[in-house]
Nanobody
Framework: QVQLVESGGGLVQPGGSLTLSCVAS????????VGWYRQAPGTQRELVAS???????NYGDFVKGRFTISRDNVKRTLYLRMNSLKPEDTAIYFC???????????WGQGTQVTVSS
């Protein structure tokens, strides 16, 4: 069974930076697309960024060059570097893996990011 464990969330002032990490158990991390989603209260979960096994990235329109997603397949870890954070970036950030072999997603428990002065 795959488990995804996020860390790195917290409280940051507007304009600040955070780096989120997601460590995956099991042996399939390097075989699948992984990504970050977020959900603010009263809203639907939305894609922040994803990265394929080949390193191709995709970002939500709201990112606008502020965030960078990366992965380390040896460490089975996914990262999200977030710069120039805004109050509207406040949300729970979830790590996601799309298992193409079992045709199912895996989700982490989420990490809270709060941007406030």
């Amino acid at each position: 069974q795959v488990q995804l464990v996020e860390s790195g969330g917290g409280l940051v002032q507007p304009g600040g930076s955070l780096t989120l990490s997601c460590v995956a158990s099991g042996s399939i991390f390097g075989l699948n697309t992984v990504g970050w989603y977020r959900q603010a209260p009263g809203t639907q979960r939305e894609l922040v960024a994803s990265i394929t096994t080949g390193g191709r990235t995709n970002y939500g329109d709201f990112v606008k060059g502020r965030f960078t997603i990366s992965r380390d397949n040896v460490k089975r870890t996914l990262y999200l570097r977030m710069n120039s954070l805004k109050p509207e970036d406040t949300a729970i950030y979830f790590c996601n893996m799309e298992d193409v072999f079992r045709n199912r997603p895996y989700w982490g428990q989420g990490t809270q990011v709060t941007v406030s002065s």
